[in-house]
């Protein structure tokens, strides 16, 4: 499924992988949720407090492994899938990258891509939740 903002998701079904037709999308290159049982097939190894994964892909390809997402936005997709699942779910964001060596959590900015000082208290409780994992690709 192709989307050009979270207004066009309406629905959102287990399984389903879904692509950002712009190019820009704010935050994340795509998404899909699973529950439990494809996350542990899959041996992601990621936390399953909950029955289903909302898993937001980031594709990075920078020689300092730094990608940092955009605090404000990530939150709002947050309420977005919320609303649209209905029920408490996991969140992973996970970095895909050419080089694993030295990845580390990347830290949230603000809407203006700069570095929070200290974090909103809403903001933090909505993304405390989030575990970030990255990936190895090779070309």
Do not use: C
Request: proline share 4%; no cysteine; hydrophobic share 45%.
């Amino acid at each position: 499924m192709r989307i050009r903002n979270l207004k066009d998701l309406v629905e959102f079904v287990e399984g389903q992988y879904v692509k950002p037709s712009v190019v820009n999308f704010p935050a994340i290159d795509s998404f899909a949720f699973y529950n439990k049982e494809k996350l542990w097939k899959a041996k992601l190894g990621v936390s399953t407090k909950h029955d289903v994964t909302l898993v937001l892909w980031q594709m990075t390809i920078t020689k300092d492994n730094k990608h940092y997402a955009q605090a404000p936005v990530l939150a709002s997709i947050l309420e977005k899938f919320a609303e649209l699942l209905q029920k408490k779910f996991n969140v992973v964001f996970l970095y895909a990258v050419e080089d694993i060596s030295g990845f580390e959590f990347q830290p949230y900015v603000t809407g203006k891509r700069a570095q929070y000082k200290q974090m909103p208290k809403d903001l933090q409780a909505q993304l405390g939740a989030v575990h970030q994992y990255a990936i190895e690709f090779k070309n």
